[in-house]
C-alpha cells in the first residue's frame, strides 16, 4: 500500500519536508485549490486506525490515503 507522500508523487507534487513534526511534515500546492504550499502531508501521522493525514489551510480539504484517493484522484471506494 502507497502512503500519502507517495500518492503526492504519482499525481505530480512535489513535496518539500519542511519539519519533523510526527515523523515528518511536507508542503506543496494544493492540488484542488492550487494554494501554494499551503497542502500540508503527514505521511507518518496516526489517525485512528489510519496512518498518514493531508490538509489545506486555504480550502480546507483533509484527510487520510483513502480520503485523498476519493477526493483529489477521483477515485471510488465502495
Not at 507522500?5 to 519536508?17: D, Y
Not at 480539504?61 to 477521483?74: L, T, V, Y
Amino acid at each position: 500500500m502507497m502512503n500519502l507522500l507517495q500518492l503526492a508523487h504519482e499525481i505530480g507534487l512535489n513535496p518539500k519536508w519542511v519539519a519533523g513534526t510526527d515523523g515528518g511534515e511536507y508542503h506543496s500546492p494544493c492540488p484542488k485549490c492550487g494554494g501554494n504550499d499551503r497542502f500540508i502531508i503527514q505521511p507518518n501521522k496516526t489517525m485512528l486506525k489510519c496512518t498518514g493525514r493531508y490538509w489545506c489551510r486555504k480550502c480546507e480539504a483533509h484527510g487520510d490515503a483513502i480520503q485523498f484517493c476519493k477526493e483529489i484522484q477521483g477515485m471510488s471506494f465502495p
